[in-house]
């Protein structure tokens, strides 16, 4: 880059070295694709709020069990993660209470595990792609020192042919150099505060969902204990 040439962004980018022109590359395409799953992740993360919202009320509404199940069957490609945690528990303990000769402790336990293999599955399913994003926040800013500082070396490299060495020699290299630091952390920090912040939703979800398969627990429980004959599924309300 000559002395008279502008400082502007795009001649930064177009006159820098080809490294640090491939590292600018990766680093946009790393924001574009963290740009990608955080507002994937948004619609997910608000969808999941909604549905355990929307079910709860039916469930503490007093519903019958039979039905809410029955319900949540037929719409499983619409039901939320919530609704197929209380779905496969409900299926495993009225499969398991029509077995002869089960005790209490087997049924809860069946049941719980149930709901517990349900609750990992979307939990798997809630934190996809964190990972990226707290991959691109942490090794961004790294990525565009590098580029930067191979930048400089070019620029200081660069004054080699020249016989008096000024700051309007050395300054368009290094101008163009600390771009990739800035892109760095353009990557880096919306990645930073979205992964943060989906965290703290999906940590509260799960603190629900774990509360829910306790509380569901203790009413398949005392339905149990309740009964001296067993008791066909449709006797049991959501809110008892």
């Avoid at 640090?20 to 680093?27: D, E, H, N, T, W």
């Avoid at 990608?36 to 509404?61: G, Q, T």
């Avoid at 771009?179 to 990645?191: N, Q």
């Amino acid at each position: 880059m000559s002395v008279n040439e502008d400082l502007s962004l795009l001649s930064l980018v177009s006159n820098a070295s080809v490294l640090v022109q491939l590292v600018m590359a990766m680093l946009l395409g790393m924001s574009l694709v963290s740009w990608w799953f955080i507002f994937r992740k948004m619609f997910v993360v608000r969808d999941a709020l909604r549905r355990a919202d929307e079910f709860e009320r039916s469930f503490w509404s007093g519903a019958d069990l039979a039905t809410l199940y029955q319900a949540t069957v037929s719409s499983r490609n619409e039901a939320g993660s919530l609704e197929r945690i209380f779905e496969s528990g409900f299926r495993e303990f009225v499969k398991l209470r029509k077995q002869t000769g089960i005790n209490l402790p087997v049924l809860m336990d069946g049941t719980r595990r149930a709901m517990r293999a349900t609750f990992q599955r979307e939990l798997d399913y809630l934190e996809a792609h964190l990972s990226y994003l707290a991959t691109v926040g942490s090794v961004s800013p790294y990525i565009g020192l590098f580029g930067t500082v191979w930048g400089i070396m070019n620029a200081f490299r660069g004054l080699a042919n020249v016989g008096q060495a000024t700051l309007a020699h050395v300054a368009p290299g290094i101008a163009e150099a600390l771009v990739a630091t800035a892109m760095g952390l353009f990557a880096a920090i919306p990645a930073v505060v979205a992964f943060n912040h989906y965290v703290r939703h999906i940590e509260r979800l799960s603190t629900r969902y774990d509360s829910f398969m306790e509380e569901f627990s203790n009413i398949l429980q005392r339905q149990v204990n309740f009964s001296s004959t067993p008791t066909a599924p449709g006797a049991a309300k959501g809110g008892d």
